[in-house]
């Protein structure tokens, strides 16, 4: 979610509604968009799927203090939930997992490598109260050997959590984030264009393009550094999609037609109202949608639980996913994660869920 989602979005670019309603059809190609740089402007980057006009600040303030919020007599109905995390069982299982730590930030265990996504550890900016606070001592993590950055809103770069991990981490980032990393003397560092590739080993982490933007200073303005997707190809062969913050866009049948996937990470969260998040981030019908075009065996849903960001309640995301997977008869396709829960594939890559208490399996 961004947190200074100062845009002029008062149509749904792009949405899956529109798109079915009205027949919208792709006029872009990923590839094509990256190798003539379209998405490069004059000292911005430039979202080539929206065609909205992000920077102005009226829009939050009608949003904040003129529309109607239809969901706030469900908030009583929100819980904080702490998180407490059994790193040991991850340290010491050889399979491949995935932790869902809080809010969207992952751990991805491949082998002997530790891969963390978007990490946050503690609050954020603001007057937003945590849902989802971590319990267990921040120091049990498993020190990550690559640090995954989506894109630079507050709720996905967080300076406390990237300065509490070792100054030798190695970063990956879009372009345009290096004032950030130099302020936090972190000097390894890959920055990537859509479409490019970290490889080491077996390993390889590919940025894909996703229709959103980013900002940190209103005065600055936006889209000053770049967003995007991660596709993760683990050493052990098994592929993950990883959305960051995105609205609906034709990209997902490309992505899923180029790459097989089995697990797709999707952000979901921050979805109401829809006049003004549409052009941000999907909704459950999108996701659904998304998760459709890609091909991916898998779903996972994170960005949801820790923050209200959006008018709907922190608990209201799952809940709404599966009653669009159920109308589409796919149900057995999600993986119910919750925060602190770790996600393990065992040789013949099935899935199955351990927490301190229960193991589930897929």
């Not at 490019?196 to 200073?217: A, Q, V």
Request: a neutral charge; aromatic letters at 14%; hydrophobic letters at 35%.
């Amino acid at each position: 979610m961004c947190l200074l989602p100062f845009g002029s979005i008062s149509k749904a670019a792009f949405s899956a509604e529109k798109k079915k309603d009205v027949g919208i059809q792709s006029v872009f190609n990923l590839r094509e968009i990256a190798r003539k740089k379209i998405h490069h402007g004059k000292n911005q980057f430039v979202n080539p799927f929206n065609r909205e006009n992000f920077g102005s600040p009226w829009r939050i303030i009608q949003w904040k203090l003129f529309s109607k919020n239809n969901f706030k007599a469900f908030y009583d109905k929100e819980r904080v939930t702490p998180v407490s995390i059994d790193w040991k069982t991850v340290k010491d299982k050889e399979n491949l997992s995935i932790t869902f730590v809080k809010h969207s930030c992952v751990m991805i265990k491949d082998v002997d490598k530790y891969i963390l996504v978007d990490p946050l550890f503690f609050g954020i900016p603001g007057f937003f109260q945590d849902f989802s606070p971590l319990t267990s001592d921040i120091n049990e993590i498993p020190p990550p050997d690559y640090v995954l950055i989506t894109h630079g809103h507050y709720d996905h770069l967080d300076k406390p959590s990237l300065a509490s991990l070792r100054k030798d981490t190695h970063v990956i980032t879009p372009l345009g984030y290096n004032d950030i990393l130099d302020d936090l003397k972190m000097k390894r560092r890959t920055q990537m264009d859509w479409f490019d590739t970290f490889s080491e080993g077996k390993l390889e982490i590919t940025l894909l393009p996703c229709n959103h933007w980013t900002m940190r200073n209103p005065v600055v303005g936006p889209n000053r550094s770049l967003w995007g997707s991660f596709l993760i190809k683990t050493s052990d062969g098994f592929t993950i999609y990883i959305s960051g913050d995105t609205s609906y866009f034709d990209g997902f049948s490309q992505i899923g037609k180029e790459f097989s996937i089995d697990l797709a990470i999707f952000n979901l969260g921050a979805y109401e109202p829809r006049w003004f998040m549409a052009a941000s981030h999907m909704n459950p019908y999108e996701t659904v949608q998304a998760f459709q075009e890609l091909g991916a065996r898998h779903l996972l849903i994170v960005h949801w639980g820790t923050f209200r960001l959006g008018d709907e309640p922190v608990h209201y995301p799952p809940r709404d996913l599966k009653r669009e997977l159920v109308k589409r008869g796919i149900s057995d396709r999600v993986i119910d994660l919750k925060h602190g829960q770790t996600l393990f594939y065992d040789d013949f890559a099935k899935p199955y869920i351990i927490c301190s208490s229960y193991q589930d399996k897929i």
